[in-house]
């Protein structure tokens, strides 16, 4: 059996020092599963936007424009996916559309995946993170090229002007979606009433493509899963890195590739919360805790099953350590309200009010891959 040609993927997305999004969150799992990951960082933040103070660097389309240079000078830009998520700059993200048109006149088989990060829905109501200029570039230059869209209810909605009330709204705005450009669109995440009841979460995928001979051939799916009692963020960065990945196993396959992503956000989560809850309380107790590093990426490792090789690399680095720092309040052994976010096992509290919460975690981790 001949081995698998390399993959190269192109990540332009969001860099944080402290915590696990954007390319932190995309990148090894994307190496895990045998890609090889160039990356560009749209932003270097201090942390994720969410904390009450950021600081850091957005990059322009002059900075993004002289990256690429330099690899199209060292004949070093071919690719055969690129992967977008975060940005903040308006000028940016009309840069990445250049390269990527670019890109495609290279390689006609380039596979566009663009999550268009703006923005989300808080206990009903929606809101950007991002400033609001970006919304017409991703609408009429972005979502135009891509190939593969993930956004969340939200953000389909703010791209298509339409408010989804019911499945066959979201059927609607997906199809209005196909239109503007991509063959295959995955609404992440949805507050839509789940079949099997409330505590059960909906994805919805549609694939749309054209035949030679002008037949269109539509592929429609829904899934479900439970939902998890906790915060998390990252998540969607992770979700369009495992979709990429298993949309390249299994190619016209979407109802295959949406179910191994969900199955492996689904285990990474579980697991995750279940070492968050597991350390608070060792914590609590006085031990001194020293885990596997980090946890989200060994709980990835555990569940892929397509690379022994790999799999037998990460045996070997499987036991590096990390310790976890944790001040915790003195009348009470957990955090698990609805401010706390568990991050590769790592709980961070929001709200931090005395004698209630968690107060903070810092994690030490040595190289968990070469």
């Known amino acids: 059996m001949e081995p698998e040609r390399e993959c190269r993927v192109l990540s332009i997305q969001s860099h944080v020092v402290r915590g696990y999004v954007g390319n932190k969150a995309a990148t090894f799992p994307l190496q895990v599963l045998g890609f090889e990951v160039d990356t560009v960082n749209s932003v270097q933040f201090s942390n994720h936007t969410g904390y009450a103070h950021w600081k850091g660097q957005v990059l322009n389309s002059d900075e993004l424009h002289e990256l690429y240079e330099g690899l199209k000078l060292n004949k070093v830009?071919?690719?055969?996916?690129?992967?977008?998520?975060?940005?903040?700059?308006?000028?940016?993200?009309?840069?990445?559309?250049?390269?990527?048109?670019?890109?495609?006149?290279?390689?006609?088989?380039?596979?566009?995946?663009?999550?268009?990060?703006?923005?989300?829905?808080?206990?009903?109501?929606?809101?950007?993170y991002v400033p609001?200029?970006?919304?017409?570039?991703?609408?009429?230059?972005?979502?135009?090229?891509?190939?593969?869209?993930?956004?969340?209810?939200?953000?389909?909605?703010?791209?298509?002007?339409?408010?989804?009330?019911?499945?066959?709204?979201a059927l609607e705005v997906m199809d209005m979606l196909h239109t503007m450009g991509p063959e295959t669109v995955v609404i992440t995440s949805s507050d839509l009433q789940a079949p099997l009841g409330n505590d059960y979460l909906i994805a919805l995928g549609s694939y749309r493509k054209t035949n030679a001979d002008g037949t269109k051939i539509t592929q429609r799916i829904r899934v479900e899963s439970p939902k998890v009692d906790a915060v998390f963020v990252g998540t969607g960065d992770l979700f369009a890195a495992m979709l990429l990945a298993?949309?390249?196993?299994?190619?016209?396959?979407?109802?295959?590739?949406?179910?191994?992503?969900?199955?492996?956000?689904?285990?990474?989560?579980?697991?995750?919360?279940?070492?968050?809850?597991?350390?608070?309380?060792?914590?609590?107790?006085?031990?001194?805790?020293?885990?596997?590093?980090?946890?989200?990426?060994?709980?990835?490792?555990?569940?892929?099953?397509?690379?022994?090789?790999?799999?037998?690399?990460?045996?070997?680095?499987?036991?590096?350590?990390?310790?976890?720092?944790?001040?915790?309040?003195?009348?009470?052994?957990?955090?698990?309200?609805?401010?706390?976010?568990?991050?590769?096992?790592v709980p961070v509290c929001r709200r931090r009010r005395a004698g209630i919460h968690v107060m903070e975690s810092t994690a030490y981790w040595r190289s968990f891959l070469c």
């Open 246 to 345: 298993w949309t390249h196993k299994h190619p016209n396959n979407l109802k295959v590739a949406c179910e191994k992503t969900v199955s492996a956000m689904q285990h990474v989560l579980q697991r995750t919360i279940k070492s968050a809850k597991d350390f608070l309380l060792r914590s609590f107790m006085g031990r001194q805790l020293l885990i596997p590093a980090p946890l989200l990426l060994y709980a990835l490792y555990l569940y892929m099953q397509d690379l022994p090789m790999m799999r037998s690399l990460l045996l070997q680095r499987a036991y590096e350590t990390v310790q976890l720092e944790t001040t915790v309040s003195a009348h009470q052994n957990k955090c698990f309200c609805q401010h706390c976010t568990f991050v590769y096992a």
């Open 132 to 169: 609001k200029d970006l919304l017409p570039v991703y609408r009429d230059k972005v979502v135009p090229v891509a190939d593969i869209i993930t956004p969340n209810q939200f953000e389909a909605e703010l791209l298509t002007g339409r408010k989804i009330y019911t499945e066959k709204d």
């Open 77 to 128: 830009n071919q690719y055969d996916y690129v992967l977008t998520g975060y940005t903040r700059d308006t000028s940016f993200l009309a840069m990445v559309v250049d390269i990527v048109q670019e890109l495609k006149q290279q390689n006609s088989n380039l596979v566009y995946v663009c999550d268009p990060v703006m923005g989300d829905k808080w206990n009903g109501e929606g809101s950007m």
